[in-house]
């Protein structure tokens, strides 16, 4: 056992004798309870100095030590999805004295991850996947004879409500998979869930038709010759433990041919044990719904806004206060905050617009819009695909939808994007949230690619701005009936630049760019926020004597080709800067244009390079990925020092 070197983290006296689940099975079922209040101690005391994921994770404290108590992991195999609230799993399987590194640039992820543990046997970080890859694990077990492996997914009830769950479930069902799937139900993802399934769970959870075990799983398990009575012995044992509900005779899970057991306690350690020891012993797919409160054993999370302790930042754990920057300058607005309330502006001139999101409204600010005009903004749950097809039935009717999603998760409903909106050219607005590196999230998270996959649809129109004040232009400009068809703005996490933002709307022609600063040695063509990189660097290089003109391109298609036209015909030096995918995105646009157009200018490309980038604070991973201001200025210098070789 290592030794915690971080005294202000010290663990509790059971905690810091669990380097791993081997550990943690020398207890005894009284000494879980104190293991339970030691762990959830030592998250809170870890996040409030450290930040990230809370809530999450003091939810399933008692679930995460009971399914490490009952199965062999990691030859059982665990799946968190998403997996904010994985951070008990990895400080109990071995990872404790590291998890003051946690989400910090080449510390540990904030995720589950297959390359950092062998416990962590699925990564995740996008919802509603654990389903599916639970069951593949478990046919490839059946397949290559290792019978005796549980493979468990546990999930949320926000992560269900998105159809590649229900996918997964519809595929177990027909399986005779040794699966278990626990359902963790707190009525949270980041923000309360909506729709059918979870008023469905609401009826299970207060239904008072209880019983001890379904008679018809009673009289199947008495009938088959391989299990007989010892079956029957098996769900007698159960009974104790847990109640399975009997809904209006119906259950959604049961007509999936999944048994189900439940709801249970999700905060009594020792039930869940018990419990979960005698669903060992009964094949098939199985789910198990236990009840849980987000941020369960903090004060001030269990009494107070749930979406604000999913990730809070950095507090008080005594106080519950929030820790503040002390800056008392003007600091320029959260994007997401411009596109939140330019929504409003806009809608309230332009009764045709409608904003809908996928479980995201306090994430991308569509909330001002949901309380300002409640019957015209949507959330419409964790389902992506559905949220770009439903803005694709609205523009049909003559609306026009602003769709907003993190553009990490804009992949998950590209087919939609290209077969139910750009092949019928629709207006339907995308604003991609979180475009560019993200920070701590990390590779899943970070939105890389959508400039690149967006810029090769026909029909669409691919832009990115600057500023606040260009985004509230952009969006101004996507809505007017001239730009019918699919329009997408990109834009990243965290503050811009400009303190006096909110300005008249002006309209931006499309496809023209515009000079930052005039230069006459070498031209820096950007989008998007990298705008402000180029521009200091601009500044930094006219101290070395070199003369750099820049130019914000706003748009990857169409492209300025006229203003192209000039900066090829007059520079030989051109460097392009972009926070996506160098391969397919700007610059590789840029190229296709002078090369086509028989130019032949030194091109230097600088952006997310081909790799999967880790986490870290999202200015050490522009020094990293070697396209902050920087970067910028040592690569222009390098263009002219071969020249004077």
Not at 97 to 123: I, V
Not at 347 to 376: F, H, Q, V, Y
Request: hydrophobic residues 40%; contains cysteine.
């Amino acid at each position: 056992m290592s030794a915690n070197p971080y005294n202000e983290f010290r663990p509790g006296e059971l905690l810091a004798k669990i380097d791993s689940p081997a550990d943690l099975k020398k207890l005894t079922e009284p000494q879980l309870e104190q293991l339970c209040n030691e762990l959830r101690q030592f998250i809170i005391d870890l996040v409030s100095v450290k930040g990230g994921h809370f809530g999450a994770s003091l939810g399933v404290v008692e679930l995460t030590i009971a399914l490490h108590y009952i199965f062999d992991t990691p030859t059982d195999q665990l799946i968190w999805d998403v997996g904010h609230q994985a951070y008990g799993h990895k400080i109990l399987t071995g990872r404790r004295d590291k998890f003051h590194t946690n989400r910090k640039y080449k510390g540990l992820s904030g995720f589950p991850k297959r390359t950092e543990s062998n416990f962590d046997t699925f990564g995740v970080g996008h919802s509603s996947t654990s389903i599916s890859a639970a069951l593949g694990m478990a046919v490839a077990s059946h397949y290559l004879k290792l019978n005796k492996k549980h493979h468990i997914a546990v999930i949320g009830d926000g992560a269900l409500t998105a159809g590649m769950a229900f996918e997964g479930l519809n595929h177990a069902g027909s399986t005779n998979s040794n699966l278990l799937v626990v359902l963790n139900d707190n009525c949270m993802s980041i923000d309360p869930n909506v729709g059918a399934l979870k008023e469905y769970l609401t009826d299970i959870t207060t239904s008072h038709t209880y019983n001890n075990v379904k008679d018809e799983v009673w009289k199947m398990l008495g009938k088959l010759s391989q299990f007989g009575k010892s079956a029957q012995h098996i769900v007698s044992k159960v009974q104790g433990a847990l109640k399975t509900t009997l809904l209006k005779q119906s259950n959604l899970f049961e007509s999936l041919n999944f048994r189900y057991f439940g709801p249970v306690d999700g905060h009594d350690v020792v039930r869940l044990t018990k419990v979960m020891a005698d669903l060992k012993d009964i094949p098939g797919p199985k789910i198990l719904h236990v009840l849980t409160m987000k941020g369960k054993g903090y004060k001030f999370s269990e009494e107070g806004n749930q979406t604000l302790w999913h990730s809070p930042g950095l507090f008080n754990k005594d106080t519950g206060e929030l820790i503040k920057s002390k800056t008392t300058e003007p600091q320029p607005p959260k994007y997401q905050d411009v596109f939140g309330n330019t929504m409003v502006e806009l809608a309230e001139k332009n009764s045709k617009i409608m904003g809908i999101t996928p479980a995201m409204p306090s994430g991308c600010s569509l909330n001002i819009m949901m309380k300002a005009m409640p019957d015209r903004a949507f959330d419409v749950g964790i389902a992506e695909q559905h949220a770009v097809t439903f803005s694709a039935g609205l523009a049909t009717q003559g609306l026009i939808p602003f769709c907003n999603i993190y553009s990490s998760f804009m992949q998950r409903a590209y087919d939609q994007v290209i077969h139910d909106v750009a092949l019928q050219k629709l207006h339907v607005v995308f604003c991609l949230d979180r475009g560019g590196v993200v920070g701590a999230d990390g590779p899943t998270h970070h939105g890389v690619f959508d400039l690149a996959y967006f810029r090769f649809i026909p029909n669409m129109v691919v832009s990115s701005p600057m500023n606040e004040e260009e985004l509230r232009n952009l969006m101004y400009t996507a809505q007017l009936e001239k730009n019918a068809g699919p329009f997408s703005i990109r834009y990243p996490r965290g503050n811009g630049t400009l303190v006096d933002w909110k300005r008249p709307f002006k309209e931006i022609k499309i496809g023209t760019a515009r000079k930052l600063k005039e230069g006459k040695d070498l031209a820096i063509l950007s989008i998007g926020h990298p705008g402000n990189f180029a521009l200091k660097a601009a500044v930094d290089l006219e101290k070395e004597g070199i003369s750099a003109a820049t130019f914000d391109m706003r748009f990857v298609k169409p492209l300025d080709e006229k203003l192209l036209h000039e900066i090829f015909s007059e520079y030989n030096k051109v460097i392009t800067v972009e926070d996506g995918c160098i391969q397919g995105g700007f610059g590789s646009a840029v190229i296709e244009f002078m090369v086509d157009n028989n130019y032949h200018s030194e091109v230097k490309r600088l952006g997310i390079p081909d790799e999967f980038i880790e986490h870290g604070e999202p200015s050490e991973l522009w020094a990293e990925c070697e396209y902050d201001s920087a970067a910028i200025f040592k690569v222009a210098k390098k263009m002219f020092e071969t020249v004077r070789v």
